[in-house]
């Protein structure tokens, strides 16, 4: 059996399906979180190595920023796919995905905050994880002013198209010039991953709220896709049918 | 396509030349934010010393922003640059043209204005000499990437303020490493050669890159 | 043949300016392009020259879609828009030298010099361009006609700003053009009286207008 995928990269037809989707994408994210947050809170131990209970802020923290550089990727894609196949969907995905991109790199901000507060008794430290966040949220920051300056639409998603996959080209020599502002003393770039050393408990409790966290995003792109759909389509005939506008 | 280049080249210097207020403009900027700092800071010694590579890097990248709004703005206006898109000549080489143009007259005064600083800030003569070679290096990347912005604000409303949004965070990698050479230049024993080497790879890919993206932001912008 | 235009359909934002349009430009062809304000007319010129992408639809020059030859399509083309593309701080000399050299155009400082007498800014040659009027600006830009070798002229309002006599010249200027083999097309409100050749009109107006 052939399933027309094209049929769906139409925006009158995705419209309905978005629809669909979006409550199951809520119930997922709320079980999800739920189920994750529980078993963080209360199944894993009261101390991670000398950091006291309030190393849980991690199920948050760790989940949002995950998804903050996750969604970069997939806004760049949706932003590809637009300017190699041209589809209007795509733009749009693209842009709904930058919101929620930034939602989530300031949350990661503002939790990474918190916990450094606690732990190092210092809101903000110039750290190099830190500061590659502050500097995603003003590359997505750069991404929604380009698009919300430009009246044509068309512009506007490629322009913005344009501006994501230059930031992508850029962000890992960024990335490695803040973690490595003194090339004398780190010839070879190396970060250890710390997630080997987590205990499983807490690494289950972690990848179920990051789980949680893609159904919510998932959620809030396709409701944000779905006004959007609605605003740039409004003088179509589709949606003047749509049984929303017909009561 | 070399003699397009250089058209284009010598074109972009000859307007610059019945404005030449201009090219001054960009270059007090530059020297009037680098007098400020010792005014609201300290004018102590050993702290300026320690703030100026910073300092001196930081004029600059807002220096080249504000000059950026230039680089293409006036032929957009006019309507040259549509003409310029329907030349036989490919795009990307007439963008490159005009973005070696833009840093002859904006970054390259920097550059050569620069030990000035280095008198404000008490530097030491090696230190001096290293600051110049890093900006010479670094210059050129900051208008090379700074087209791409300015070619998608074009026309826009508020466009300046956005373009220095869109490209000072893009700007950090060179700040960083710019200014860390001058910082290691005035510690004994300590090699400048990585930074160099960093800025140099930053510069080659930025002329093998910008100007396509900038061509194709061009097309976007002018459709 | 030349041009050739298949089921192109152009949309502004939302707005859908026309649709479905298919046309033909032969050799010593001139093309007038009718429509009210709005209907799309510049957006269509700009579609052929390859600034503007169609929704739908191709547009072939020799039998080959324009997006796939670019620089050998463009040695055809000369476009001039609603604005005049010269430099005010530049002379209407080095304006005329610019523009040629930059399309490619090789010329002597005599042939400039006779085609900025023929086009009516004899002594105005060394003046920077922002001193000159509105129709002096636009002679400076149509300058460029006399000695453009490119077979495809595309002409937005070339007529605005021109006094009576420029009028005339420009009409004669692009008569010699179709004369001599070359195809032409335009959006004027101005009759263009053609000695040889053949003129055709092309109406961008919505059928609901008519009943206004």
């Not at chain 1, 399933?3 to 139409?10: D, P, R, V």
């Not at chain 1, 920023?65 to 300017?83: F, H, I, N, P, S």
């Not at chain 1, 939790?111 to 949220?137: E, H, N, R, V």
């Not at chain 2, 912005?149 to 960083?176: E, N």
Request: glycine fraction near 6%; hydrophobic fraction near 50%.
């Amino acid at each position: 059996m052939k399933i027309n995928w094209f049929k769906y990269s139409a925006p009158m037809n995705f419209y309905p399906l978005a629809g669909k989707l979006i409550p199951l994408f809520w119930i997922l994210a709320i079980a999800l979180i739920a189920l994750g947050l529980y078993w963080g809170f209360f199944k894993t131990a009261d101390v991670l190595s000398d950091q006291k209970q309030y190393y849980r802020i991690i199920y948050v923290h760790v989940a949002s920023a995950w998804m903050a550089m996750w969604l970069y990727a997939v806004m760049v894609a949706w932003a590809m796919v637009g300017l190699v196949f041209n589809t209007r969907l795509s733009f749009m995905m693209a842009s709904a995905t930058a919101i929620t991109g930034t939602v989530m790199t300031v949350i990661a901000l503002a939790t990474g905050a918190i916990w450094g507060k606690t732990s190092w008794g210092t809101w903000w430290d110039w750290d190099p994880k830190l500061t590659s966040f502050l500097i995603l949220l003003f590359v997505y920051i750069g991404y929604i002013a380009l698009q919300s300056a430009i009246d044509d639409v068309r512009r506007s998603d490629k322009a913005s198209a344009l501006l994501a996959l230059v930031g992508l080209a850029l962000v890992p020599i960024i990335y490695y010039a803040v973690n490595c502002p003194d090339p004398n003393e780190c010839a070879s770039l190396h970060q250890e991953s710390s997630l080997e050393r987590v205990e499983s408990n807490i690494l289950i409790a972690m990848l179920i709220t990051t789980l949680g966290f893609w159904m919510y995003s998932f959620a809030t792109i396709l409701m944000r896709v779905r006004t959007i759909i609605l605003e740039r389509e409004r003088n179509t005939s589709w949606v003047s049918k749509l049984k929303e506008f017909n009561n | 396509m070399f003699s397009a280049f250089l058209l284009i080249l010598k074109r972009d210097l000859l307007l610059a030349m019945r404005r030449r207020s201009e090219i001054f403009t960009v270059l007090f900027f530059f020297i009037v934010v680098i007098s400020l700092f010792p005014l609201g800071i300290s004018t102590e010694d050993q702290l300026l010393k320690q703030i100026a590579p910073g300092v001196v890097w930081v004029a600059a990248l807002l220096a080249s922003t504000l000059a950026l709004d230039r680089l293409f703005s006036d032929d957009y206006e006019d309507g040259t640059l549509e003409q310029m898109t329907l030349t036989p000549v490919s795009l990307p080489i007439v963008v490159l043209a005009k973005m070696i143009a833009h840093w002859l007259l904006t970054g390259l005064p920097l550059v050569l204005i620069s030990p000035l600083v280095g008198l404000f800030y008490h530097l030491p003569f090696e230190s001096i000499k290293v600051m110049m070679l890093v900006l010479l290096l670094g210059t050129p990347v900051l208008s090379m990437l700074g087209a791409i912005a300015a070619a998608l604000t074009l026309g826009l409303r508020g466009g300046g303020v956005l373009v220095s949004l869109l490209v000072l965070p893009l700007y950090i990698p060179v700040l960083v490493y710019g200014a860390g050479a001058i910082s290691t230049s005035m510690v004994e024993g300590l090699s400048i050669q990585p930074y160099v080497l960093l800025l140099s790879a930053f510069m080659l890919l930025a002329i093998i890159f910008s100007p396509w993206a900038t061509a194709a932001a061009i097309k976007i912008s002018i459709e | 043949m030349m041009l050739e235009v298949k089921n192109l359909t152009c949309t502004r934002g939302d707005r859908e300016l026309f649709s479905d349009l298919s046309f033909k430009l032969e050799n010593s062809q001139l093309m007038r392009l009718e429509g009210t304000n709005g209907s799309g007319k510049t957006t269509l010129l700009r579609t052929l020259c390859g600034l503007f992408l169609a929704d739908e639809g191709e547009i072939l020059w020799d039998g080959v879609e324009i997006k796939k030859q670019d620089e050998a399509f463009r040695k055809e083309l000369l476009y001039l828009g609603h604005q005049n593309a010269i430099k005010s701080d530049l002379t209407a000399y080095e304006n005329l030298k610019l523009n040629c050299l930059m399309s490619g155009i090789n010329v002597s400082q005599e042939q400039l010099m006779d085609a900025l007498d023929t086009i009516g800014l004899f002594a105005f040659e060394d003046f920077p361009v922002r001193t000159l009027s509105q129709g002096q600006k636009r002679r400076v830009a149509l300058a460029k006609l006399l000695l453009s070798k490119a077979k495809l002229w595309i002409l937005d309002e070339p007529f605005v700003a021109l006094d009576a006599a420029a009028v005339e010249q420009l009409q004669s200027i692009i008569a010699k053009h179709v004369e001599s083999g070359g195809g032409v097309i335009l959006t004027t409100h101005q009759e263009v009286p053609l000695t040889s050749g053949e003129l055709v009109r092309i109406s961008l107006n919505k059928e609901k207008t008519s009943h206004v």
